[in-house]
């Protein structure tokens, strides 16, 4: 069912692309005549805002990729929305000061990407006539960018991690999905107290949503796929 979810969401979005989400290269420039990255970042500044603002047709307009990679894309983005939903049902129970007291107990992999658009200021864009690389704060591998069609787009295949296909990486991100929204379905039960989760609670939900053995590379995709 997810996958049929996503597949026609691929769908939709592969209809916007035209219309872009990147900067088209300037008229009268021809490509590749300037090394200035301005165009890149402005696409890394709509990617990002889409991402955290939850526009998924706007998110998948800013990839170019095989349909693979570009359903990992989509995952990433489901992903970083569970956790905001997470993170949201937490402090509307608990509290703000709740939501510190799970981080220092040790929920590894609840991700939270920085809403702030200023945030984009922090990757070092390097361009290289059509090509560009984005280089995160704290990402384990940099964002390839490419003009396609007239506009810079982000190259989906470079989101995935190595050692980790497309197809593995979305059903592992996928997973981490089901497993945070059991954990919002026990945080809004209302006998559910903080310390039942634990120090390990997202790993524990985690760990339980997948096949005996993968708990250790899944857990590594994800912490590449999601850092910020």
Request: glycine share 10%; hydrophobic share 45%.
């Amino acid at each position: 069912m997810r996958l049929a979810s996503n597949l026609s969401a691929l769908a939709v979005g592969l209809a916007v692309i035209a219309s872009g989400c990147g900067a088209q290269n300037p008229m009268g420039r021809a490509p590749g005549a300037s090394e200035d990255d301005s165009a890149p970042r402005r696409t890394l500044l709509a990617w990002h805002g889409s991402l955290v603002g939850g526009d998924r047709q706007q998110y998948l307009a800013c990839f170019a990729g095989t349909e693979e990679e570009l359903v990992l894309a989509l995952a990433i983005f489901d992903a970083v929305q569970i956790n905001y939903r997470f993170y949201n049902a937490v402090v509307a129970k608990y509290g703000a000061d709740a939501w510190k007291a799970f981080e220092g107990a040790g929920a590894a992999r609840v991700h939270l990407w920085p809403r702030d658009p200023g945030w984009t200021a922090t990757i070092t864009v390097v361009r290289t006539g059509d090509f560009a690389v984005g280089y995160l704060p704290r990402a384990r591998v940099p964002m390839h960018l490419r003009q396609d069609g007239g506009r810079w787009r982000i190259d989906a295949a470079s989101l995935v991690p190595p050692g980790v296909t497309a197809d593995k990486g979305a059903y592992y991100l996928y997973r981490w999905v089901a497993s945070m929204e059991e954990l919002i379905l026990r945080v809004g039960r209302p006998e559910t107290t903080l310390a039942e989760f634990g120090p390990r609670a997202s790993q524990e939900a985690y760990k339980a949503k997948l096949r005996e053995g993968e708990f250790a590379p899944a857990a590594e995709a994800v912490d590449a796929l999601l850092i910020p």
